[in-house]
């Protein structure tokens, strides 16, 4: 049974047009949620942990939001730039992180 | 600050042939060290992590080993590659309590 699930698995915005990315989980205790972004080629880089239910945090167009089943990744006026696979990942019971397999975001000028 | 470094960034081996990937990390120690492989189109797959020198916990039965001779050295040995191990190779660290990860740059293992 799949324990993070992302979606969509692919999503194409025009630039401006603000959206967002889902990750549902099944697993209880959660010690933490992660978002990353990778490009083509690249090693994931970091965005954002959040830990508790209501909990927010924002950089510059993106903002993540987490509630007991699941997190938002909102993309405000999204531009060219924005374009990757963004990832979501948790840790609930130890050291590991559990991976989705990712949302892959185009944004079209 | 802390840094990782991961080598080499592509590689193309034969069937058959040995592999061996070095990752390192500075700035930090006792870190936890971690191998993901990445195939196209897909999620992270961790392969092995380590809590310390000479412990290494691998999560999937495959033609690969790891190593971890340092505390902030850690290696991803073959044998004999298969074509099926070809994919994007990631080492990350991060420090306990768990908390996020911070990737290398990857190294992309093709198998011919």
Do not use: M
């Not at chain 1, 047009?17 to 990750?23: K, P, Q």
Request: proline share 6%; net charge neutral.
């Amino acid at each position: 049974e799949d324990q993070v699930t992302q979606s969509p698995e692919a999503l194409r915005l025009q630039e401006g047009e603000s959206s967002s990315l889902n990750c549902s989980y099944t697993v209880s205790g959660l010690r933490g949620l992660f978002w990353y972004r990778q490009d083509p080629g690249k090693g994931p880089e970091f965005l954002f942990t959040l830990y508790s239910a209501g909990e927010e945090k924002e950089k510059e167009r993106l903002k993540a939001t987490l509630t007991k089943k699941e997190s938002f990744l909102h993309i405000t006026a999204p531009k060219p730039e924005d374009s990757a696979t963004y990832l979501c990942a948790l840790s609930y019971n130890t050291d590991k992180l559990i991976f989705g397999t990712g949302t892959r975001l185009q944004v079209f000028p | 600050s802390q840094t990782i470094h991961q080598w080499p960034a592509t590689l193309v081996q034969p069937v058959g042939s040995p592999l061996s990937l070095e990752c390192t990390v500075e700035g930090t120690s006792n870190p936890n060290l971690y191998w993901y492989r990445q195939a196209a189109g897909r999620g992270l797959q961790l392969l092995f992590y380590s809590v310390g020198i000479g412990q290494i916990s691998s999560e999937v039965p495959q033609n690969l080993s790891a190593s971890r001779p340092q505390d902030r050295q850690f290696i991803l040995s073959s044998k004999k590659l298969l074509l099926s191990d070809s994919g994007f190779y990631l080492c990350a660290w991060s420090v306990r309590p768990s908390g996020g990860y911070t990737f290398g740059s990857g190294t992309r293992l093709t198998v011919v």
